[in-house]
């Protein structure tokens, strides 16, 4: 039985304890928070075990495969680490951090205790599977040649209410950030898995208030990233605007290019082009595509990899190299 702790049961812990009771052969074996209306709420739609108010004493008590960190942002580290030091493999939040320094302190402690760190970034499996999947095999294929720009777009049409003003998300302490922070994780992660390359060359980008208008917290943000490849990404991200939602990546090849949209937008699924032709038919390609079908979900990938000891897609390590980018990219507004 792999057994799965979860500290902090709202609204993301919620998903957690959703897509991990669905998977076979997975307990959750132990859950944390300190709200009781929370603890009462995951006790009454899942089979959970033990609760705790305090997250020490859960690390301290359980004997888990995996601790899953789903707190506000500022907390991450520090939980992290102590889980970590606690002798247990961790899958924390995006992002893994509000700072570089803490980020590094969080790997060193995985090192230190010989242990498994890892890093929330779902949208592959959650909004774009199994297109993405296909379209990482025609890469990685080199179907499209060289790849030398990928334009990534996250804009969403509302994301709080007037009255949800005093989330955690909207300060500043708390979250480190806006839309970039929040958003951006998981965006240039998929930049940088399907340019095959993490290392970032440079980052030119801008921040604005949008329409929150709250102090320090950016509600759209647009960038340039250029990686070690030389391939670029263009990214466009906001909490709100008077726009429709759009989900949504283009990538662009020497020898041909492709676009993708989410489940959740309109166009969804993935379309091939090729200079000179109209799209290409999806028989066409289906002989350069994988037969092998991805996990359901971010929760099933963590354990199935875990449980085969094979490196997984979410590695700290590449964490890491996308808050240096977001990291630079706020630099970068200030100038």
């Known amino acids: 039985m792999f057994k799965v702790g979860i500290v902090g049961v709202g609204y993301v812990g919620n998903i957690h304890l959703t897509k991990f009771s669905a998977i076979e052969g997975v307990e959750i074996t132990a859950i944390q928070d300190k709200d009781a209306k929370s603890i009462d709420h995951a006790k009454a739609n899942f089979d959970v075990k033990n609760t705790y108010k305090c997250h020490k004493h859960l690390l301290k008590n359980e004997v888990l495969d995996l601790v899953v960190i789903c707190v506000p942002n500022h907390l991450h580290a520090e939980l992290t680490i102590e889980a970590l030091e606690s002798g247990h493999n961790v899958l924390c939040e995006k992002p893994m951090a509000l700072n570089l320094k803490d980020a590094k302190s969080m790997i060193e402690a995985a090192d230190q205790n010989q242990k498994l760190l890892l890093a929330v970034n779902n949208f592959r499996w959650d909004y774009f599977n199994p297109s993405i999947f296909k379209l990482k095999n025609l890469i990685d294929s080199e179907w ?192």
């Open 144 to 335: 499209f040649g060289r790849i030398y720009h990928i334009k990534l777009q996250y804009l969403r049409n509302k994301t709080f209410s007037p009255d949800l003003y005093s989330r955690w998300n909207l300060d500043f302490e708390s979250s480190g950030g806006g839309a970039l922070i929040d958003l951006g994780p998981h965006i240039i992660d998929l930049g940088m898995w399907l340019a095959s390359d993490y290392n970032t060359l440079s980052v030119s980008g801008s921040v604005d208030a949008g329409l929150l208008k709250r102090e320090r917290i950016d509600d759209f943000a647009t960038g340039l990233i250029k990686l070690k490849s030389n391939c670029t990404l263009q990214i466009d991200v906001s909490w709100s605007g008077h726009n429709r939602s759009s989900w949504k990546i283009d990538v662009y090849g020497d020898k041909r290019s492709a676009s993708i949209g989410s489940v959740k937008d309109r166009n969804p699924g993935l379309k091939v082009f090729k200079w000179g032709k109209e799209e290409i038919d999806q028989e066409d390609i289906g002989a350069f595509t994988s037969s092998d079908p991805p996990e359901k979900s971010l929760q099933e990938h963590i354990v199935k990899t875990m449980m085969r000891g094979e490196e997984s897609l979410c590695k700290a390590n590449n964490a890491y190299s996308v808050l240096n980018a977001i990291t630079q990219w706020y630099e970068s507004s200030k100038d």
